[in-house]
């Protein structure tokens, strides 16, 4: 175990492994299963950017949506709150507590022991374990909680140091809506001469930030499910939920009252005072931009070794806007050259070893760190000088707020977080119009699709009930197209219904199925449910909570009812085709890993019936040499027919085997891994082949970027692949008959072709100007200006400035070249004069005959709608009269 305290003396239990070693064998003495941290990308939960507290990845036991095989638990878990509810970020920086990346440990109870318990555990690793002086501890319980109170009592706390605080402080909600409830804090007394707010009524109570108080443990006895409409439901079973900030706890045992001061934090501040040259004494000056830049800097890297890549939408904006942020603090500080790189180096050097994620990803992390560090510096400069623009202004029309929209160009335009200008305004004594940026970045449809993906998912109860009735599906379909099930319960219109009848779309519940629910990219199966009474064509399945397979089916014939017996048969051909294109993501997913390195790690999939599609973390584009690699790979593995093979084992044993599982994915405490000969182990939950030969084929049939650092390849296997080879071997076919050349000579008859057809137009260009010496319309003006006018037959709108460029040579200086198409109606203008705006003035000159048109200077396109005007059109161009109000106009435009 990584954290294993086991042989350390009494003075290396205070580093922060032994801090963590010690609080997770406590807990597992008293027989908590160690759950290993989730990753910072919460699995199956779109309320939530990140994971922002221990308890989120056992929220849906919680709410009785999900069973464990253990009812204690302890974790050291990975967090994030930088957005949101749980946002840290104004306050990174200014306290030495506060992160916007930390590690949490924590002791969780499902429905198995409660306060009491919590209580006396808490006291016991504090006082005894922890070795804490007592009356250096305060604790505070809800008003209304005198369970709480009570069990302090019996841990032999003095009354005076039990404080009844309001919901404030001691109520607590992971989100708007969940589980929830009343909290009990412990408190650390730094003393008396740590006091900052310098009141003689210093207190716990006043909670106003003060440095001689450190709330080191959160105790949250979870009772309450909070509903969107306000009110709050019992939870199915009463839990614990604790959190206790390792970075804390660290700071009391290692007795510095600075988090940035532990050994946590202390690699990366030595670091960023060598990379900036300070004394101790300047480093000290510089305190909150160097806690920016180390907070920043860990959980940068955290989140890009769990798969998340500078963007500008959702968790990918997040991480841009924290990396700029320490951008701008180093800039601030005296840093003049790129340093995030070496913070995320010293991440991995002084904790690679208990997070091997950071080692596996090093490489990676640091080549697209450089990456987001040279594409930030380009515009770094204009957005803080324009920033500085707007705040003098602002300060010398004596306002305090700076224009919502003016804030969402500097994003816009330099790709300035609008927590970035917040910070510097706040610095200058402004605040931004919120509700002004809000309104402009609304406008902007990629930030509105970014803030829908995370918009908070509807909590429908229905299914929770059906699980906690005793009517969960178990899937049968590794092993079986079709089985013998009860119908469990029938839904319509959120509605539970007894019967369903002919045309109803309605639904099902089985007992047991064999359709596998949409679920890790793969579809869900379709097929048809039979009774004696009538039958169902099944169009969809999902699995809306764990435990419950819902088929959404159309009753075709008779009907349907609750109880009754039926036959589920999946639509075999169409599983075999999905099982195809699943198999080959494993392949693929690996071949990647081979080809272009390590970091290439799935980041989305969907696997349909008729193609597959992939993406991974990359920051380039697939060389055509990668590509063919990566395809030529796959398709070894498919012609060497492969054993696949599926086993179920505990997530710690299937780590161990280095089985890879996905960020983002829920795993419980038995996973299923899918092996693939030697050549691939996946953690995964879908359907797929027995062997790698029943693919038959695999071809990549596109590659491309999807979002900054993530590359997507599609593909198709099997019958798919054999109808695209088909399709080009009879395009192939054909082409080899129309240039009467074989296959293998085609590519150089097609090249002879292409520079024969480059030789014609070279001298058709050349014609064409030799034509264009005498134009149809001439006018030689006392100002020196020389008119050329012609309308032509030809319509290539490169031929039409060719003939026009030879009109303006052959006539010398000063020249304005008009030519139209008599065919298409098209108009190229060419100018020579500095006075006119070619572009202008075939704007002007089309308009008249209800045309329109635009350009630069020197050259101007356009056109009419109707090609038997330009024959008017180019007259009118030698026409004085008309001829100087065009001039006009183009020089007004000017």
């Not at 404080?163 to 730094?190: I, K």
């Not at 930030?209 to 199915?236: K, S, Y």
């Not at 990629?446 to 109860?461: C, L, N, Y």
């Not at 007259?875 to 100087?884: E, F, G, N």
Request: glycine share 10%; hydrophobic share 40%; proline share 3%.
């Amino acid at each position: 175990m990584p954290f294993d305290s086991n042989g350390m003396t009494d003075q290396t239990r205070v580093n922060w492994r032994g801090v963590a070693g010690t609080f997770l064998e406590f807990f597992g003495a008293r027989d908590h299963v160690v759950v290993p941290s989730a990753s910072l990308v919460p699995a199956g939960d779109p309320t939530l950017l990140f994971t922002n507290a221990g308890m989120v990845q056992f929220k849906d036991v919680f709410l009785g949506r999900e069973q464990r095989a253990y009812t204690r638990a302890a974790t050291l878990q990975k967090c994030m709150r930088v957005q949101g509810k749980h946002n840290d970020l104004e306050n990174v920086g200014p306290s030495p507590r506060h992160h916007t990346f930390f590690l949490m440990l924590g002791n969780f109870s499902f429905g198995d022991y409660f306060k009491r318990e919590a209580i006396a555990y808490a006291w016991e690793l504090v006082t005894r374990q922890y070795a804490i002086e007592p009356s250096r501890l305060i604790v505070t319980v809800h008003t209304s909680d005198d369970d709480a109170a009570a069990a302090w009592r019996a841990m032999e706390v003095p009354q005076a140091r039990i404080l009844r605080l309001g919901d404030p402080t001691n109520f607590w909600m992971m989100a708007d809506v969940g589980p929830c409830g009343p909290t009990s804090e412990l408190h650390y007394d730094w003393g008396p001469q740590h006091c900052s707010c310098h009141r003689p009524d210093c207190s716990v109570e006043l909670d106003n930030g003060c440095l001689r108080w450190l709330e080191i443990w959160n105790l949250v006895f979870m009772q309450f499910d909070q509903h969107a409409d306000g009110t709050r439901g019992q939870l199915p079973k009463p839990g614990v939920d604790t959190g206790m900030g390792l970075e804390r706890i660290s700071s009391v045992l290692q007795g510095v009252n600075d988090d940035y001061g532990t050994d946590l934090f202390a690699p990366l501040m030595d670091r960023l005072q060598r990379i900036l040259g300070h004394t101790d004494r300047q480093r000290e000056a510089q305190a909150v931009a160097y806690r920016v830049m180390a907070d920043h800097g860990r959980a940068m890297t955290f989140l890009m070794a769990d798969g998340v890549v500078p963007g500008n939408e959702g968790r990918n904006y997040v991480l841009r806007m924290i990396m700029r942020r320490a951008m701008r603090f180093g800039r601030a500080a005296g840093l003049t050259r790129s340093f995030l790189a070496e913070l995320a180096s010293t991440v991995t050097d002084a904790m690679g070893d208990a997070y091997p994620e950071l080692r596996r990803q090093q490489s990676f992390i640091e080549s697209a760190v450089r990456q987001e560090e040279e594409r930030f510096a380009q515009t770094l400069t204009g957005g803080l000088q324009r920033l500085e623009e707007l705040i003098s202004g602002a300060l010398a029309a004596s306002r305090r707020e700076l224009s919502g929209e003016e804030v969402f160009r500097l994003y816009d335009t330099f790709g300035f977080p609008v927590e970035m200008t917040r910070d510097i305004a706040r610095e200058r004594g402004l605040t931004i119009d919120e509700a002004g940026f809000a309104r402009a970045m609304e406008a902007q449809r990629s930030r509105a699709r970014a803030a829908q993906a995370f918009g908070g998912a509807g909590d429908d109860r229905r299914y929770a009930k059906v699980v906690r009735k005793g009517g969960s599906s178990e899937f049968v379909g590794y092993t079986k197209h079709a089985a013998r099930a009860r119908v469990v319960a029938l839904f319509a219109g959120g509605e539970a219904i007894s019967q369903a009848d002919a045309g109803a779309e309605v639904e099902v519940i089985l007992d047991r199925t064999p359709f596998y629910a949409e679920s890790g990219g793969q579809v869900g199966d379709t097929g048809l449910v039979r009774a004696a009474t009538g039958a169902a064509e099944v169009l969809e399945t999902h699995r809306p909570v764990s435990g419950v397979i819902v088929h959404r089916c159309r009753v075709t014939t008779g009907r349907l009812r609750v109880g009754q017996p039926v036959r589920a048969e999946i639509d075999s051909p169409r599983r075999w085709d999905i099982m195809r294109n699943h198999t080959a993501t494993h392949l693929l997913h690996q071949a990647l890993r081979e080809v272009v390195g390590e970091h290439a790690r799935q980041a989305g999939s969907l696997v349909a019936v008729d193609r597959l599609r992939f993406d991974f973390v990359h920051l380039a584009a697939l060389t055509p040499q990668q590509r063919d690699a990566v395809e030529r790979r796959v398709n070894e593995q498919i012609l060497a027919d492969l054993p696949v093979r599926a086993r179920w084992m505990s997530y710690a044993e299937a780590t161990r085997l280095g089985a890879m599982a996905l960020f983002g994915e829920k795993y419980g405490d038995r996973v299923r891994v899918i092996s693939i000969g030697g050549y691939s182990r996946e953690l995964c939950g879908g359907t797929h082949l027995s062997r790698t030969g029943q693919m038959g084929l695999f071809k990549i049939t596109a590659e491309g970027g999807v979002a900054a650092g993530v590359r997507r390849i599609e593909a198709v296997t099997g019958r798919g692949a054999y109808e695209l080879v088909s399709k080009h071997a009879s395009i192939l076919d054909a082409l080899s008959k129309e240039l009467n050349a074989e296959p293998e000579a085609l590519l150089g008859r097609i090249k002879r072709l292409e520079d024969r057809v480059a030789e014609l137009e070279r001298q058709l260009r050349t014609q064409l100007r030799d034509r264009a010496v005498d134009a149809d319309h001439t006018l030689d003006r006392e100002d020196g200006l020389k008119v050329r006018s012609s309308m032509v037959a030809f319509s290539d709108p490169g031929q039409l400035r060719t003939f026009a460029d030879g009109l303006r040579r052959a006539a010398g200086d000063r020249v304005l070249a008009v030519v139209g198409s008599e065919s298409t109606g098209q108009v190229v203008v060419l100018s020579s004069d500095p006075a006119i705006h070619a572009g202008r003035f075939v704007e002007a000159l089309t308009k008249r005959h209800g045309g329109g048109g635009g350009g630069h200077d020197k050259m101007g396109q356009g056109g009419v709608k109707d090609p038997s005007v330009v024959r008017a059109l180019v007259k009118d161009v030698v026409t004085a009269s008309v001829l100087d109000d065009l001039i006009t106009a183009a020089r007004k435009s000017a």
